[in-house]
């Protein structure tokens, strides 16, 4: 069975950088894509940056454009999300999960079906 660890979560002020690891464990990296989501407090999970098994096509939702990159490393079996700029509304939950959706449909949850426990990110103003 496919499990993910993620980590690399914690708390920096507004402009800093951190770096998430989605580690991958039990199956092939490049038989699925991998997904990063956030939940904020009071607010519904949305798709922050998605990486395709396929063929490597990446979706970034277009709030954290030019400012997160998603990366894939077959060899180390991860998947991670540098995130720089860091802003205080990017403070949430951070799951990876794996599964395998629809080339154009990177973003729905409903492909994803293997998640992590998830990470969490604080951004202090």
């Known amino acids: 069975e496919v499990q993910l660890q993620a980590s690399g979560g914690g708390l920096v002020q507004a402009g800093g950088s951190l770096r998430l690891s989605c580690a991958v464990s039990g199956g092939t990296l490049a038989d699925y894509s991998i997904g990063w989501f956030r939940q904020a407090p009071g607010r519904e999970r949305e798709a922050v940056s998605c990486?395709?098994?396929?063929?490597?096509?990446?979706y970034a939702a277009r709030s954290v454009r030019g400012r997160f990159a998603i990366s894939r490393d077959g060899a180390k079996h991860t998947v991670d999300l540098q995130m720089n700029s860091l802003k205080p509304e990017d403070t949430a939950v951070y799951y990876c999960a794996a599964g395998t959706p629809i080339l154009s449909s990177l973003r729905q949850e409903s492909g994803y079906f293997h998640w992590g426990q998830g990470t969490e990110v604080t951004v202090s103003s």
């Open positions: 990486i395709s098994g396929y063929d490597g096509t990446t």
